[in-house]
């Protein structure tokens, strides 16, 4: 009875521990600060002026052209393989 309850609990923590497994740097270890950079960006964005001459932003129409890159923020080592994981994991 007793053996089958830590078999679940065991189970349990596995299946945590693998949704949780953060993106590690190999290089330099770090799990915390990430660099996204992309390539040929063309930045348009589309303001309204107002009566007072003050302008509003309205829209952002900005595209990417190139390649989206990802970096580790603590030795820039190249982590882009892990770049589809990182937009899964993107709030
Ligand atoms: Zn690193």
Do not use: W
């Not at 600060?33 to 960006?41: C, G, Q, S, T």
């Not at 595209?63 to 982590?79: H, S, T, V």
């Amino acid at each position: 009875m007793e053996a089958a309850r830590n078999r679940d609990e065991q189970q349990k923590k596995r299946t945590i521990s693998q949704s949780l497994a953060l993106i590690k740097c190999p290089n330099c270890g770090n799990d915390t600060d990430f660099l996204e950079v992309a390539d040929d960006v063309i930045l348009t964005t589309h303001y309204r002026q107002n009566q007072d001459g003050s302008f509003t932003q309205e829209g952002d129409e900005s595209q990417i052209l190139g390649e989206i890159k990802l970096f580790c923020g603590e030795c820039n080592a190249d982590l882009s393989h892990f770049h589809s994981r990182f937009l899964e994991m993107l709030f």
